[in-house]
């Protein structure tokens, strides 16, 4: 007698090994004979009860039928007609012991096998045994069914078995749940006498790799998420996948990673560098424009090693980068017939801080202008602070003697033909600081800005709302405060306090003189779009220009070189550095001296449609990638996420 265990629409033989699902067994075994016959007698089955008991009496064949309820019409006796004996739980089939075992194995073999193929498509190479929990953990015993296999040393193939055991494998989780595999493995005998492995392990193509705990779906799916998320948030995110690991074995599984091939550079190459430790340690990130993927990371950021890097892979044509000298020579030297093109950006910034030297020069026509009524409604805070005006010279605060301190030395070691990059050393600056400290003749050119060494309070912004609101009886704190809210402050009711309490004397607080636009208020009106400058702003433009003529010229350059930048009329470069040298701009001169250096890079980048876009954007993703890893990632560990995690 075969006992089938049905449980719902579920049917197993123990007798056989096996178990298949009802509905299953009835669509396979509904094209036997008998069925057909007892189909045409009108034998038919409808749904009452969801478990049944039957004894099928056949002499050479088994048919079970099941699903969630099926009863039967006919309870005739005879051979080959179903009676049903009515319970719950168990269906006993009487039939000749060998043939049900044959066509359950049968049956049941081939439903297990697609679904194997399909949930777990990478164990189709082993067979599965069995399927059993421990713990909170699925085990699945299996088998490997290879008869030959390859020696990995010398390639030779062999059949000749030596011995066999068992391998544990962490899978991916199933349903929630840790899988574990045990795998029976072959160990063969190598047929070359002269190979150096006398024995060898075989390897399931798909599943196993030398010396692996892992399969080959769950390393993949541990790399994934290491290159997403690090170490520490990636050994968070892996075990609630029902995967634990710990933070050294994900990046152990980066680090081990290939690098992606690369034979030869793209055609356009965009070049940058980023900070490992910001102001000291640099690297260059090298990217394909055309896909906007990084293609290489570099230790350091100069020209020998860029030129090194680009002699290895030629086919580059066209270099997208700042105004970097030393990656102007690298490119020059390792891939002479490339095309540089400088980035429009970085040239827009360039001529913004010319703008902004030239406007700090003839600062004081901006004492005499002064800020108009605001048009603005009462809900809005007033465009600037009304403080009292400080000049430069007044200021004896400590950024400003240092600033002084600083000016005098750098100019004293100027006079004594001391390079930048000498004085950097000697005083222990940045060569950028001493560009800009020698550039200047005045230390107060550098003191312009209220924001050098003085934060101004953000209730300033709101002083002329606060004055007005007073003056209209408003003198409570709370709700000046909560009035200020709406407006867009974000500090606390005390600070608001604090504020208005020398007004509450009894005296009304003085009215304030108007301050006048700040140099990076002017510098604005100059490098914005025209369109985009209010009334307020536009007029007052108009009498800085209308006062000085130099500044006037500088509005007329600056906006041609804005129309040649968007436009890309970079034909037009020759002749609006000759229309500035024309000009008393000192600053500009300096600017278009610059540009004469690198003025065939400049002219494709007003030319051309490439820019260091992308590039600036993988930087700003660098950055993050770094803080996932608290900075404390070192540069091969760096390197593998930015060019493997996309």
Known sequence: MCTLRYSTTWLSCPAAGWGTSLPEVLALTSGHPVVREGLARGDRWT?????????????????????????????????????????????????????????LTSICSVLIKELVAVLFPHLGGVCVE????????????????????????????SRRVHSHYERRLSDTAVGGQ??????????????????????FAEQVPGLTVRYGRRSIRAARALQAIALALGGRAGARLASRLAASVSRMTLIRLMRALPDPPLESGPRVLGVDDFALRRGHTYGTILIDISTSTVVDVLADRTADTLATWLRAHPGVEIVCRDRAGAYAEGIARGAPHATQVADRWHLWRNLG????????????????????????TDTSPPAAPSVPPHSPADR?????????????????????????????RLLSLGRNTVRRFARVTSPEDLLVHNGTGRRPKNLEIHDSYLRKRWAEGCTNAELLHQELQALGYRGGSATVRQYVRPWRDGTPPAPTSTRPPTVRQATGWFL???????????????????????????????????EMMTHRHGHNLETWMNAV?????????????????????VTAGLTLPYSSGPVEGHVNRTKMLKRQMYGRANLDLLRKRMLLSH
């Open 130 to 157: 069995q399927v059993f929990r421990s713990g909170t953990t699925v085990r699945i015993r299996a088998r490997s069914g290879t008869v030959e296999a390859a020696c990995p040393a010398c390639g030779t193939p």
């Open 178 to 199: 840790e899988v574990l595999l045990h795998l029976r493995v072959h160990r063969f005998f190598c047929r070359t006498p002269t190979c150096a492995k006398a024995t």
């Open 581 to 601: 040298l024309g000009d008393d701009l000192p600053e500009l001169h300096s600017f278009v001296t610059g540009l004469r250096r690198d003025q065939d890079a």
């Open 528 to 562: 914005r779009n025209p369109a985009h400058l209010d009334p307020d702003e536009h007029r007052q433009l108009q009498a800085l220009t209308a006062a000085c003529p130099q500044l006037a010229a500088l509005q007329l350059h600056v906006r041609q070189f804005a």
């Open 47 to 103: 749904g009452s009860r969801p478990r049944f008991r039957c004894v099928l009496l056949l002499p050479f064949t088994l048919l079970a039928f099941g699903s969630f309820g099926l009863s039967t019409a006919s309870e005739k006796t005879g051979s080959g007609t179903l009676f049903v004996i009515g319970s719950i739980g168990w269906i006993t089939v009487r039939v000749f012991r060998p043939v049900a075992a044959s066509l």
């Open 396 to 424: 004896q605060d400590r950024i400003a003697a240092r600033t002084r301190e600083r000016h005098t030395a750098v100019h004293a070691l100027l006079e004594q033909g001391q390079g930048l990059r000498e004085i950097a």
């Open 353 to 376: 801080e010319a703008v902004e030297r030239t406007v700090t020069r003839h600062r004081d026509h901006l004492q005499a202008l002064t800020a108009t009524p605001s048009t603005r």
